[in-house]
């Protein structure tokens, strides 16, 4: 290498290390960053601790305390918000939801599941009686011929019994006991003109919503067989 050439490498040697390059400085690790970190975190009066300071002069005064009657009115507001949602998903409202809890706590004291419910009916030549009970064989509702205005010899007629039966099927309506009968047996007892009388009631329009729930059909009445003669028979005329 000429004398010229070496001169020339050393300097340009030269001005390379004494430039100040950014790249050519230490670089911190990050390791090193976050420790860093922790240490101006536990020192105090630190960037990292601070918070800032409210004005004075410029508190906002707490608001006054709400009214249980406007508490009530917001419940009641979001309560109807909530309904009419539910309405509009086609889903179950509050007040739904309320009846199917008291149902099923009903429910629990009806007896057992399996047990149906019971549609009783006595009919004799003089009157007739219409009892609904539950499987725990608790009544629902009772009621005869005379409960519904008939007197007298009229108490035992066809008509009254038809009447009375429908009536007894409405109030069951009415409450709603046609969603919570799922099983239903018809007891029958009797000869009387209110035996058939119901009979049609349950298989007309009247008994639509309780007919296709009957699973049986009995018959409980009593048949004298044996035992002490009968009283001489009255007649008439």
Not at 88 to 112: F, I, V
Request: net charge positive.
């Amino acid at each position: 290498m000429s004398r010229s050439s070496s001169r020339l490498l050393a300097t340009i040697r030269t001005q390379t290390s004494t430039t100040t390059s950014p790249f050519s400085q230490h670089i911190r690790p990050f390791s090193h960053t976050c420790i860093r970190a922790a240490d101006n975190r536990q020192r105090p009066g630190s960037l990292l601790d601070w918070q800032p300071v409210k004005p004075q002069g410029f508190e906002r005064d707490p608001a006054p305390p709400r009214s249980p009657a406007a508490n009530d009115m917001e419940q009641l507001h979001r309560l109807l918000a909530q309904d009419t949602l539910a309405l509009a998903r086609n889903k179950p409202t509050a007040r739904d939801r309320l009846l199917q809890e008291e149902e099923s706590k009903d429910r629990e004291d009806w007896g057992p599941p399996d047990e149906p419910f019971h549609f009783h009916v006595y009919a004799h030549k003089h009157n007739a009686h219409v009892t609904v009970t539950k499987p725990n064989r608790n009544a629902i509702i009772s009621m005869s011929t005379g409960n519904i205005g008939f007197k007298k010899s009229k108490r035992g007629s066809y008509d009254a019994a038809y009447q009375l039966a429908a009536y007894v099927i409405d109030k069951l309506h009415q409450g709603g006991w046609h969603r919570n009968i799922k099983a239903m047996e018809v007891v029958l007892q009797g000869f009387g003109a209110g035996r058939e009388a119901v009979t049609k009631v349950l298989l007309g329009s009247e008994g639509r919503m309780l007919r296709d729930k009957i699973v049986k059909v009995s018959d409980s009445t009593k048949l004298k067989f044996g035992g002490t003669r009968s009283p001489k028979p009255r007649r008439l005329g």
